[in-house]
């Protein structure tokens, strides 16, 4: 559940483009015979050490509701917990055609400035709310282009939610449950994207307290591909049609690779803000008890590193699966919208495409100037056994299996040599060692 966020801190949802009356014909809803300006990627990337494990392609002529939940009305206190002034409706979300791959297409979601109900703005917004997750050892990437979000008040986000709970608990607060935002892309703010974690600083009983909330976020620049020397505020709005360093300029691939200690978030494959979950993660010093953030080079390369999310021990948000959102949105209020509030002279409707999400799990894990494990695992496919052979200088500390899904099914927390699996369901399976600061991926067969 999403609260009230306080100002200058970034929306827990952005705020978003677009409005277009129900009941006002000069501004026309997008329809799917649109085909202006849609430039897709038909091909599906492989990546070593990968497999891929979920995808929606928006090839079809609907939204795929076997994959995708869409999201009515105006969520938390009557504005999606952020101050906006929108109303969400299936409507608003729709697929335009490819215009360079017959048969391939991207999924529009589009705000309006219309009367709905009771609001000037209608909206877009999906989710994979009880249709699929993910966690630690995967990459979550989206090709997008925020193609009309130009004015202030407009925006975007691809962003994540918990999807886990305690047992014991009825429900997970936010922020106690954590949120992670890939893309958060307003129009206030034309030439950059912030890619964040949002994090509790003490369980409180799993109550909502209006201090406890913590957030790290860093920004990347189109145009240096790295993180600003000196963050950016609102202006240089609207942006041009011909601006081509502006987010909304082209498409994006917008990605999260999430691992057991960190996760880090890039752009066009340039990795720009690296979050660790514990604290001293970022140094590799001693706890200290405090959030830390620097901005450091990185192979030539301005990175923001920041820690920590992971203070108390009733629940570590990001050892647990979130589910994916997308969303649209029309800000209303300068103190708690990311992007401000809409202005008079914004243009609507105003669309953002997206022309895929992906899914990918980690199938080998080397860990920067380590190199692998060598850990052998056999036989493969296993029946009643799975062998572990470890190198000499190898000792693991935590021995995990878990299904296609990514949900834990068997956790051990010594050099386990030989784990039964004759309980476990016939399937596709994903081994995952961890020895210090190293891990080690491998799927097998269970027959």
């Not at 090839?59 to 917990?81: I, M, P, R």
């Not at 215009?99 to 000037?120: F, K, M, V």
Request: proline share 5%; with cysteine.
């Amino acid at each position: 559940m999403k609260k009230i966020i306080l100002l200058l801190l970034p929306a827990i949802m952005p705020v978003i483009c677009n409005g277009q009356t129900a009941t006002n014909p000069d501004t026309a809803p997008i329809s799917v015979t649109e085909t202006l300006d849609n430039d897709t990627d038909a091909s599906v990337a492989s990546y070593a050490g990968y497999t891929l494990l979920w995808n929606d392609e928006f090839n079809g002529t609907s939204l795929n509701t076997s994959n995708w939940v869409y999201e009515t009305g105006t969520g938390v206190n009557g504005d999606f917990g952020t101050g906006q002034l929108d109303r969400a409706r299936t409507e608003n979300v729709s697929i335009l055609p490819s215009t360079n791959n017959p048969g391939d297409g991207a999924l529009a979601i589009t705000t309006r400035h219309e009367w709905y109900i009771d609001r000037n703005y209608t909206s877009g917004r999906i989710n994979t709310s009880g249709k699929f997750s993910a966690g630690p050892g995967t990459r979550i990437e989206a090709r997008i282009w925020p193609r009309d979000v130009k004015y202030k008040g407009q925006g975007f986000a691809f962003w994540m939610m918990p999807a886990e709970k305690p047992a014991d608990q009825a429900y997970i607060m936010w922020p106690q449950g954590g949120e992670i935002d890939i893309t958060e892309f307003v129009g206030a703010i034309p030439f950059y994207n912030l890619g964040s974690v949002h994090y509790a600083w003490s369980w409180e009983n799993n109550q909502y307290q209006a201090w406890n909330h913590g957030h790290k976020g860093g920004y990347y620049n189109y145009e240096q591909q790295e993180v600003p020397a000196t963050n950016p505020g609102y202006g240089n709005w609207p942006v041009a049609d011909s601006e081509i360093q502006a987010g909304s300029s082209g498409y994006h691939l917008y990605r999260i690779d999430w691992f057991d200690n960190r996760i880090e978030f890039s752009i066009d494959e340039h990795i720009y803000h690296i979050h660790y979950f514990n604290d001293g993660g970022v140094l590799g010093n001693a706890p200290d008890g405090q959030d830390y953030d620097t901005k450091v080079m990185v192979n030539g390369k301005r990175t923001f590193k920041s820690e920590y999310s992971h203070h108390f021990n009733q629940w570590k948000p990001f050892d647990h699966e979130f589910y994916m959102i997308l969303s649209a949105g029309v800000g209303g209020n300068d103190n708690m919208s990311y992007g401000g509030a809409i202005v008079p002279q914004a243009v609507f409707p105003c669309t953002t495409l997206i022309d895929y999400v992906r899914v990918y799990q980690r199938t080998t894990l080397a860990v920067a100037g380590n190199g692998l494990l060598g850990i052998k695992v056999y036989p493969n496919p296993a029946s009643t056994a799975l062998n572990i052979q470890y190198p000499e200088n190898i000792v693991a500390d935590k021995v995990t299996i878990t299904d296609i899904s990514g949900k834990v099914i068997l956790e051990q927390t010594q050099n386990t040599a030989q784990i039964n699996v004759e309980r476990l369901i016939n399937g596709v399976y994903f081994i995952k060692i961890n020895a210090g600061t190293q891990q080690w991926t491998e799927k097998f067969i269970k027959d």
